[in-house]
């Protein structure tokens, strides 16, 4: 094993949403980071619009990555990509569509708002909306959000403008709006971290319609790969590691972390030494590393004395429903969504369940001719083969699809641990998701897709199909089994026995272990969890630098 002298003042595990930003804010701050990200650092030139590489190839995505599924102890164990997340320098925050919500404040508080569910693990989170608003407006100038400060009359409230006007709407968002407005909602553009006009020295969107799945050629897109890394390399502070996979956290024998220890691209070990370690591997990730990191003092992982790390494991589910026109969408314009409704996100006690989600009009299923292709199967009654096939490939130009985003309560058997069976590239024992999906979600998810053909009908469609992707679709008999959007697994709180980490999101049993992915969420809110993982980790970097200039760290 290769260990250098030299004592970083902090190590940070993880490129994305939580980890970028605290290695751009803590080198600004004067602090010596090494970075660990377990996939390589990718060229604006490998972000291409090749549909092949990007849609349906993934290049992206990790593809060395492995996870196993299953919903309970008694069933069968599957192999696939559970978590849809990204191996690179920049994280997952390089694919994302870039939809940039504030969660609202009621989203803070759903124990208190709801009361206690049966079978759920609802719990509030320690700190409020009004402690975040500020970090989320620093994370939209950051990342230079776009969208219209007084659209949404639902909305968490807002003291400052967006620092971007909405981009324009292309003619699947003035449909959506359409049909929106004639059942009593109210349309608005739809907030994301994409350039509307030249930004921060990153141009403005050239609307190519290649962002699903992809990095942005032009960085128009924002994420930590345009935006923290660069400032912090210009540091020169940042000790920045690729193909770095991290595989266990040990600790010295009073109980602090003494860095990390990483497997490079050809298997050597090595290790790194710092006085504080920020884990940002996201829900999966992060898990799976503090599992593989056991100790005497803590034999079922690291700061798990509380039994809770990889337990109340949460995504988002995905109501949908595609519908054809007689006219030119130009869907598969632009970035992904333009337009948004968020009407049905307070919970109503008419529908038969609690929370809601947003909706918005959406080219995830039909921006690009061969995913519209591969995705047929997905349609609910369309023809598979011959002529009525052809003729709906044909349609791809007059197909949009209207999309809702709704939120998951959280179950404490829903659950992240080491398969004892599947190991990775390296050896290491994969995350196993042990989960199901709770009936609350259900009746949610075909409430919504009910709405969702309705609004469609409403917009003018001439048909419509729903969507029922394989393991997204969500009834009584069928869980999620894969998601980009996963939360949970190190729950912040104020009680030790009943969380992983405290409202700073520094472990309550390790003092120099900090997390900043969504793993620490208590629930899921029922947005996008992006702009939340940024503006907390800008709150916790706040925090980590006064502490470290009071010399307790």
């Known amino acids: 094993m290769t260990t ?4 970083y003042d902090v190590c940070v595990i993880g490129t994305g949403a939580g980890g970028g930003v605290m290695i751009d804010q803590l080198t600004a701050a004067g602090m010596d980071v090494v970075a660990l990200e377990r996939g390589p650092l ?27 599924y299953r919903q309970d102890e008694h069933s069968p164990t599957e192999k696939g990509n559970i978590a849809e997340i990204t191996h690179c320098v920049g994280g997952s925050i390089t694919h994302w569509g870039a939809w940039a919500w504030r969660f609202r404040p009621d989203d803070f508080h759903v124990l ?15 700190i409020s909306y009004e402690d975040l608003e500020p970090y989320y407006y620093r994370a939209e100038l950051d990342f230079g959000a776009s969208g219209d400060s007084g659209g949404n009359p639902f909305g968490a409230p807002r003291k400052q403008p967006y620092p971007n006007p909405p981009h324009p709407w292309r003619p699947s968002s003035h449909r959506f709006a359409r049909g929106a407005r004639k059942m009593g909602y109210t349309p608005f553009a739809l907030p994301v971290a994409i350039n509307s006009q030249v930004y921060g020295n990153r141009p403005a969107c050239m609307y190519g319609g290649a962002c699903r799945s992809n990095g942005c050629p032009i960085n128009a897109k924002a994420s930590t790969l345009s935006v923290s890394l660069p400032r912090a390399l210009a540091t020169g502070r940042l000790d920045l590691r690729a193909n ?12 602090r972390l003494l860095g990390a220890r990483y497997l490079d691209e050809d298997g050597n070990r090595h290790e790194v030494k710092a006085r504080q370690v920020v884990l940002a591997a996201g829900a999966m990730g992060t898990t799976q590393l503090m599992l593989l ?8 992982g690291l700061a798990n004395g509380s039994g809770l790390v990889g337990h109340n494991y949460s995504y988002h589910h995905y109501p949908g429903v595609a519908a054809v026109f007689e006219d030119d969408l130009r869907a598969y314009t632009g970035y992904e969504a333009h337009a948004a409704v968020d009407d049905l996100h307070p919970s109503d006690s008419s529908r038969g369940f ?3 989600g947003v909706i918005a009009e959406t080219n995830a299923l039909s921006n690009q001719p061969i995913a519209f292709a591969t995705g047929l199967h997905q349609f609910t009654g369309h023809a598979r083969w011959g002529a009525a096939l052809k003729q709906r490939l044909r349609e791809f130009p007059r197909t949009m699809a209207f999309a809702g985003i709704c939120e998951e309560l959280p179950m404490d058997s829903n659950r992240v641990d080491l398969d004892p069976e599947v190991t990775d590239t390296f050896g290491l024992p994969v995350p196993r998701v042990t989960k199901k999906n709770h009936p609350n979600d259900a009746v949610m998810h075909q409430w919504f897709c009910n709405k969702l053909s309705e609004l469609a009908h409403a917009a003018g469609a001439s048909q419509i199909y729903q969507i029922r992707t394989p393991g997204a679709f969500v009834d009584k008999n069928n869980s999620l089994k894969s998601n980009p959007h996963n939360h949970g697994t190190c729950r912040m709180g104020d009680n030790p026995s009943a969380s992983v980490v405290d409202k700073w999101c520094r472990s309550h049993e390790v003092s120099n272990l900090w997390v900043t992915d969504a793993s620490v969420f208590p ?7 992006t702009l939340t993982i940024l503006a907390n980790s800008y709150r916790v970097a706040d925090y980590f630098i006064e502490q470290a200039r009071s010399l307790s760290l």
Do not use: C, H, M
């Open 244 to 255: 770095a996979a991290v595989y266990e956290l040990p600790l010295d024998n009073s109980g």
């Open 4 to 7: 250098k002298s030299k004592i």
């Open 293 to 300: 990191s056991k100790s005497a003092l803590f034999p079922d």
């Open 112 to 126: 208190s708002k709801e009361g206690p569910v049966a079978g759920a693990s609802l719990a509030d989170w320690p």
């Open 354 to 356: 609690i929370r809601g």
């Open 42 to 68: 990718l060229s604006l030139a490998e972000f291409n619009e090749d549909e092949l590489k990007t849609v349906i190839r993934r290049q992206v995505f990790a593809r060395d990555k492995v996870d196993t």
């Open 523 to 529: 629930t899921a809110g029922g947005y996008n969890p």
